[in-house]
Antibody
């Protein structure tokens, strides 16, 4: 049974960089893409970006200029950096996994972290 | 980017009754459509994938249907634990993966 455990700073000032890390316990690390997804208070879900064990990365074009996702395979961890944050980046941030796409289909997010509330305020 | 539109925004249903939630994609996503349930303070939980396949451990009262651009999540005989927010997500075209804005199922 896989578990995703995430952590990071919960209060930032405008223009600072958001940093979160997610550790994966159990299951295979190499068979999946590892994503970051956020949810502003009272709103819906927005996919931010993803990485796999070999460092292949995909970003949401709307956030690409400010996002960096990285992986540490020695620790089965992956991280998110979001630069130049504003109040609009206030959200609960989740890590999640999805299986690699096959030749015929892709897969949804089947396991999620517990979420981290990040508040941006001066 | 594929836009996912869910309706209604809020659905009021009595316990034991049926809830029918809709999700529409701005272009075809084939059957690459998932439904998630989210309760307050919790992460989303995968309910349905492939438009109609229940995820592991999901009760049979949850069913999904549709393909292309029109999808439905049906919850039969609503239980107290089913009152939550439900999101659809397409995983056919990326980046980005996109979600609907959610439907809240509340007690009538």
């Amino acid at each position: 049974q896989v578990q995703l455990q995430q952590w990071g700073a919960g209060l930032l000032k405008p223009s600072e960089t958001l940093s979160l890390t997610c550790a994966v316990y159990g299951g295979s690390f190499s068979d999946y893409y590892w994503s970051w997804i956020r949810q502003p208070p009272g709103k819906g879900l927005e996919w931010i970006g993803e990485i796999n064990h070999s460092g292949s990365i995909n970003y949401n074009p709307s956030l690409k200029s400010r996002v960096t996702v990285s992986v540490d395979t020695s620790k089965n961890q992956f991280s998110l950096n979001l630069s130049s944050v504003t109040a609009a980046d206030t959200a609960v941030y989740y890590c999640a996994r999805r299986e690699h796409c096959s030749t015929t289909t892709c897969y949804p997010f089947d396991s999620w972290g517990q979420g981290t509330l990040v508040t941006v305020s001066s | 980017e594929i836009v996912m539109t869910q309706s209604p925004a809020t659905l009021s249903v009595s316990p034991g009754k049926r809830a029918t939630l809709s999700c529409r994609a701005s272009q075809s996503v084939s059957s690459n459509l998932a439904w998630y349930q989210q309760k307050p303070g919790q992460a989303p939980r995968l309910l349905i994938y492939g438009a109609s396949t229940r995820a592991t451990g999901i009760p049979a009262r949850f069913s999904g249907s549709g393909s292309g651009t029109e999808f439905t999540l049906t919850i039969n005989s609503l239980q107290s634990e089913d009152f939550a927010v439900y999101y659809c997500q397409q995983y056919n075209n990326w980046p980005p993966w996109t979600f609907g804005q959610g439907t809240k199922v509340e007690i009538k």
